[in-house]
């Protein structure tokens, strides 16, 4: 599913966007239930999974070192879950409001990545 079809559906049913959320959360934590942690490489390369490359991270870790490292976060996901990931800045609100309670940070809106 190309982006602009996926922000198509977004903006014609407001609820697909909550419900991608939730689809998204509830596979990680069913990774994390089974102690399937993310993986964090450190060369970038997620191809050289020797020990000294890689870094186990939880659903914190994940959203912490996003930006700048390569995490395989999609695996057990959909296409449509990727591509909002992928393609929009969905982590970033998703780091935002695990915040809101502390900072009182305003909520932000769903848009393209830049």
């Known amino acids: 599913m190309d982006v602009d079809t996926l922000l198509n559906r977004l903006k014609a049913n407001k609820k697909l966007l909550k419900e991608l ?3 998204i959360i509830d596979a990680w934590n069913a990774r994390m239930d089974r102690k399937d ?5 450190l060369d970038g390369n997620p191809k050289n999974s020797s020990e000294e ?3 186990l991270c939880d659903i914190n870790g994940l959203l912490a070192h996003y930006h ?3 995490i395989d976060w999609e695996r057990g996901l959909t296409e449509e879950e990727i591509e909002l990931i992928a393609t929009t800045n969905w982590i ?3 780091r935002a409001h695990t915040l809101l309670r502390r900072d009182g940070i305003t909520p932000m809106e769903l848009r393209l990545r830049t």
């Open 37 to 41: 942690f993310f993986r964090m490489f």
């Open 53 to 55: 490359n890689v870094i």
């Open 68 to 70: 700048g490292s390569v």
């Open 21 to 23: 959320s939730w689809r």
């Open 92 to 94: 970033e609100l998703v």
